[in-house]
């Protein structure tokens, strides 16, 4: 009897005890797995949960964010095979991400000759007389940057101006916005433009009033033909340039990118990505063309980390630019009486381009400057809108400059998103008022923009405008320029506050490249990617932001920049 108690009571502990140890097995794994591999501690560290939301320490496992809260909190995640990085106080952002440029053309500036900030005619020239020094007659000149509006005369140059430096080497100097183009008598023969040649399609060739001969600069289609004239860097140096490129950008705090560049380059991101050299998230945009399927067919060959590498935004144009007089306005440029820009196509052409891509799943995103140019595209996107209530599309348009008030309620009404590049703002206020009057009042609209609940994504436009988010973060706080002119800022009613500034270059930004639920955000979920820096931009005053360096910055929580390790 006493064995037979004995073995009942056995066969109803052992499982009791299976149980219990298989209990106590998962709390040991757990415990195991809820450690991190990278745990920041003591920080002031904004998460873009909001435009005012900060914790002070972060947990990362396998790149990705597990915790974020009070340091207490986030010490029972610590091993002792976690990298803990005292903070000490410091302040962290999201990594930025730029919205808005063409990364591809701001490596190959330094193959070419920089003009940005170039105060005179007199300057560009003798930058391209030195250029001729080393150059054998007949090699090409390729420079980037002039803008005549910081000249003292303001006026245009002309082909004589660099037949002058350059008589035997034909030149091709890009303005600042890429829209137009500053050419000498070598490469307008090699174009075979005169008198009686017709304005390309999507262009303009400017010419004498006289004798209606070319004055040697080039708006948009009338010198994209260069492109393919001027020999090309290697791919070698192409990969060469673009890792330059980004390991700068990834000491500017910038950690994602949407970048307009030709499609080649994409090919040169796929070899840096497969040598896992790629430290910087490609969201790829390309400009529009009709074969949307053999597009799409050559980017899918290439899916191997979507969250590093992607292409699904197409790029379309509605005008030109307010510095080469070519943005399209709804009345015409008070110094231009005839002029009212150039616009890139009609209603119905573009809106049956917008058509083919968004049926083909394409995001869409098209460049608008003038007032005409915005209300332009909106049509567009509310017909389109209205003919297919698709589930999911993000329309956007790239820069919305010089907005109607009306139109920018209707941002907001069809969920348009509006990316926006706020050194644009301090760096054509000097000129913009001569150009279209009184209309500048319209641009640069930030805060109407929040205030009606429309998307804002931030970009820099690189190499237009400094590649550096802070300075675009000062440009949005204050809208003055790096000597705080005019004080107050220029229209001031239109700035932002830091939190706000910052969301749109983060937040903002990854919402409108459609990845908002896995970046953008220091919560758990999101990929740590992060910058540290060395000042606190939300307690200080804004010139300060001018002088604030970067420390660190992480990508899926590996260090790409900086080195915290002694902290």
């Known amino acids: 009897m006493e064995y037979w108690n004995f073995s009942r009571m056995v066969k109803r502990i052992v499982p009791l005890l299976i149980v219990l140890s298989a209990a106590l097995v998962m709390m040991n794994g757990c415990s195991r797995h809820k450690k991190a591999d990278l745990v920041f501690l003591n920080g002031k560290i904004f998460t873009a949960k909001n435009t005012s939301n900060f914790v002070e320490g972060l947990a990362v496992k396998n790149g990705i964010i597990r915790a974020a809260g009070k340091s207490s909190q986030i010490k029972k995640w610590v091993s002792d095979s976690t990298n803990v990085i005292d903070l000490k106080g410091k302040l962290v952002l999201p990594g930025f991400h730029d919205a808005h440029l063409h990364f591809w053309g701001g490596a190959h500036l330094q193959s070419e000759i920089n003009l940005v900030g170039t105060r005179s005619k007199a300057e560009v020239l003798e930058r391209i007389r030195a250029a001729v020094k080393e150059k054998e007659p007949g090699q090409w000149i390729v420079g980037r940057g002039w803008d005549h509006e910081l000249w003292p005369d303001k006026r245009l140059p002309t082909w004589r101006d660099l037949d002058r430096v350059s008589p035997n080497n034909p030149v091709f100097l890009t303005r600042v916005d890429g829209h137009a183009a500053w050419v000498n008598s070598m490469v307008l023969k090699m174009l075979r433009y005169n008198a009686w040649t017709p304005d390309p399609e999507g262009g303009k060739i400017m010419r004498y009033p006289h004798s209606n001969q070319p004055t040697g600069i080039l708006l948009d289609g009338a010198f994209s033909i260069l492109t393919n004239i001027v020999p090309a860097p290697t791919s070698i140096q192409k990969t060469d340039m673009l890792k330059s490129a980004i390991h700068y950008a990834n000491s500017l705090g910038i950690t994602s990118v949407t970048d307009n560049s030709p499609e080649d380059i994409f090919d040169i991101y796929v070899g840096i990505l497969q040598d896992r050299q790629l430290t910087l998230r490609i969201h790829f945009w390309v400009n529009y063309k009709p074969s949307l399927d053999s597009l799409r067919e050559h980017f899918d060959?290439?899916?191997?980390?979507?969250?590093?590498?992607?292409?699904n935004l197409i790029k379309m144009f509605a005008d030109g630019s307010l510095g080469s007089g070519s943005?399209?306005?709804?009345?015409?440029y008070k110094n231009d009486k005839d002029n009212v820009g150039l616009p890139q196509h009609s209603e119905d052409e573009l809106l049956e381009m917008v058509r083919k891509a968004d049926e083909k799943g394409w995001q869409v995103g098209i460049h608008a400057i003038g007032d005409a140019a915005n209300r332009q595209v909106l049509d567009v996107y509310e017909k389109a809108i209205n003919e297919n209530a698709r589930p999911g599309r993000r329309f956007r348009i790239e820069h919305a400059q010089i907005v109607q008030p009306e139109d920018i309620a209707r941002f907001a009404r069809l969920g348009v998103i509006a990316s926006m590049q706020p050194t644009h703002c301090i760096s054509d206020m000097k000129w913009a008022e001569t150009r279209i009057g009184d209309r500048v009042k319209y641009g640069y609209s930030w805060r109407s923009m929040l205030d009606n609940k429309v998307a804002l994504a931030f970009g820099t436009d690189w190499p237009v405008e400094p590649?550096?988010?802070?300075?675009?973060?000062?440009?949005?706080?204050?809208?003055?320029?790096?000597?705080?002119?005019?004080p107050g800022g220029w229209y001031p009613e239109q700035r932002l506050t830091a939190g706000e500034a910052v969301y749109a270059y983060t937040y903002g930004s990854a919402f409108a490249a459609k990845s908002e639920r896995w970046q953008g955000r220091l919560l758990p979920g999101y990929v740590a990617d992060l910058t540290v820096l060395d000042k606190?931009?939300?307690?200080?005053?804004?010139?300060?932001?001018?002088?604030?360096?970067?420390?660190?910055?992480?990508?899926?929580?590996?260090?790409?920049f900086g080195d915290l390790s002694g902290n």
């Not at 060959?301 to 292409?311: D, G, K, V």
């Not at 606190?536 to 790409?560: C, H, M, S, W």
């Open 301 to 311: 060959r290439f899916r191997i980390n979507e969250r590093l590498l992607s292409a």
């Open 467 to 486: 590649l550096n988010p802070l300075l675009g973060i000062y440009a949005a706080v204050t809208r003055s320029d790096t000597l705080g002119n005019p």
């Open 536 to 560: 606190n931009i939300f307690d200080i005053e804004p010139q300060e932001i001018l002088k604030t360096r970067v420390l660190a910055t992480y990508l899926g929580g590996r260090e790409v």
């Open 327 to 332: 943005a399209y306005m709804l009345s015409p």
